[in-house]
Structures are given as C-alpha cells and as structure tokens.
C-alpha cells in the first residue's frame, strides 16, 4: 500500500511527463538516481511487468486500491491536524523527555517489527552491488512498512526523504514513476522501480530474503498499529521545514541506525524535514553489519551519524539534531 494523499500535493516544475496507466505498481526503468539528484540512464527501455496472472492481480489491485483509497481519505484529515498539532518549529529547543516518551511508545506499539535481523536473511556479504534506493517520509505508515522490512533483511539503502513541502525529491518520483506516491523504490541491480508497500516488501523478501515470503504479520500488522507513530510522534517527519537549505548537500549523510529504535526515529525525522538524503546503515539485533559500527563510532549504539561534508561524527541524538539544523539550515535563517 502507499500513500496518495491530497494533503500532498504534487510539486509544480518546469519538466513534465506523460502518466501512463500501468496494469501492476511494478515496471523495469532504465535510470537510477545519483546522491546530487540527477537521473543515471543504464538502458533506454522500459519494462512493463508481465500481465500472465491478470485475473488475480487485478482482483488483488482493486482490493489494495479500495484500502489504499481508505487511507488517502484518512490522511487528507490527519495531515492538517497533526500539522496543527505537530509542536511548531522543529529546530528550537524542545522537551526531550517528552519526547523519548512518544518515541519510546511508539516503538512499543510497532514491535516486535523493525528491531531484528531474521535468522534466514541474507548475509550482508553477498548484498547487493549497488544500494536500492528508497523515497519516503517518516510520518507514513506504509513507508514505515517498508524500512520495517529493511531492518529484518538487514538492507543498506540510500533513503530520499520525500516530505510534504519537498523542493527536490517527490518532482524526481513524479518523473521516473509517472505519479506522487510513496514510497517508492528503486533498484538499479534489477532495473525495477515500484510503488506500493505490500508489492515493495514481498519484492525484498523475495530478492534479498532467500526467495521466501514476508514475516508473518508484518503486512497485516500494518493496519491495526502502523498508524500508532505517527499518531503519538504528532506528524513528525512529515512537512519540510520552511529554513531549510534548498541545496542538497555535495555528498550523501550516513546514519547507522534500525527502524524501531526510539532515539534514531528522532534523527530520522528531522533528515525528513530537511530533505536530507542519507544512506541508512540497518542495524539491527544481529546484523553482520555491526562490526562496521563498532569500527566508525567505537560503540554498538544507535543512532550515529556520519556527515562526509563536513567530517563531523555523532553519536549523540540531541547533538545530532542541533548539528542537522544548524548545519542544513538556509543562508538566511542561519
């Protein structure tokens, strides 16, 4: 599932295309996405996935569409009201113990997703060549979903926060994708670009899981507590915030962090805010990628950030946050 909410709008720009209607969330694309924004061509066709199975997926089509169209109703009226709600300026002081509580209940209504490696994935060793590329914002469930997949199949990625407000990254989705929904990936290994949470998890499973099927319950769950997050953390992670740089950064952010951890959903969000695009190291309980942790940061502790811009290392979340908006804020509100 994913989000087409009219409380997003789609970003007006110069550069237009042509939406066709496509029979699957699924198609073969011949680009993939730099750090810096720009469009890497590998192949110049497109691939539309085959329509053997039309019966069965267009049944399955119609009741993903009558779920996800639920959820575009639902957001478009908790969109306005957590903007309303959602504690004003993000970068000014702010009551910490407050909140690590709703970070930290959040957590707990999502467990026990998004905090381990599963025994059967695959071993880091033999990932991926080049890192699948996500398109998301924190506050969405069904995004949410998905990063909860990453974490298990202990999936590095490069994330492109795609918030309410974006200035660069929903304009790319609308171009390669032909539509403003999320999230949306990429991966360059296989030329496949899709949307659509649940036909985005079944394909990590299937690619990067050992040809298995999902956990049990992490799709369903989704419906009954995914929203919890984004309810408690008040729309967090949603909007861009209106100083922010609107240069992205020459190099890409690394944060070392796993999905349902309370401090790393902190920094997480306020990438989002700012539009940063970073790579997202999973850590998570049993990663063979732990020892790549201990080695930059001396620690087992998550979050920690690596900022190749400025050669600027941290492992504090509350450091992390004053450093993302000091340092990422635009010329004239610095």
């Known amino acids: 599932m994913s989000i087409q909410s009219p409380c997003f709008p789609v970003v007006n720009g110069n550069l237009r295309l042509a939406i066709a209607s496509f029979p699957s969330s699924t198609l073969r694309s011949g680009q993939r996405i730099s750090g810096n924004g720009a469009w890497i061509p590998k192949r110049g066709r497109v691939y539309v996935k085959s329509e053997a199975n039309t019966d069965e997926e267009t049944s399955s089509s119609s009741s993903e569409s009558t779920t996800s169209g639920n959820a575009s109703i ?49 071993d880091v060793s033999s990932s991926p060549p080049l890192r699948l590329q996500l398109f998301e914002f924190e506050a969405c469930p069904f995004c949410r979903r998905v990063r909860e997949a990453m974490t298990e199949l202990d999936l590095s990625v490069e994330v492109y926060p795609c918030p309410k407000g974006s200035v660069r990254h929903r304009e790319l989705v609308r171009r390669s994708g032909g539509q403003e929904m999320f999230p949306f990936l990429i991966d360059p290994n296989t030329d496949t670009s899709m949307y659509e949470s649940g036909d985005i998890v079944k394909y990590l499973f299937n690619q990067y899981g050992n040809g298995r099927g999902p956990s049990t319950g992490l799709l369903e769950s989704t419906l009954f507590t995914g929203w919890m997050p984004t309810l408690l953390r008040a729309g967090r992670g949603m909007s861009l915030w209106d100083k922010a740089s609107t240069d992205p950064p020459p190099q890409m952010l690394e944060l070392f962090s796993y999905e349902n951890n309370s401090y790393a959903r902190l920094v997480r969000e306020a990438l989002c805010e700012l539009e940063l695009p970073y790579v997202l190291h999973n850590i998570g309980e049993g990663s063979t990628r732990m020892r790549s942790l201990l080695n930059v940061s001396g620690s087992d502790k998550v979050p920690f950030l690596v900022d190749p811009n400025t050669g600027v290392q941290l492992g504090d979340y509350q450091k992390i946050l004053a450093y993302l908006f000091k340092t990422y804020s635009s010329p004239a509100s610095a």
């Open 74 to 122: 639902f957001s478009s009226v908790l969109c306005p009201l957590l903007k309303l709600f959602s504690g004003g300026d993000p970068s000014q002081q702010r009551n910490h113990a407050l909140e690590v509580a709703t970070s930290s209940l959040a957590s707990i209504a999502r467990l026990p997703w998004g905090s381990r490696v599963s025994s059967m994935s695959t």
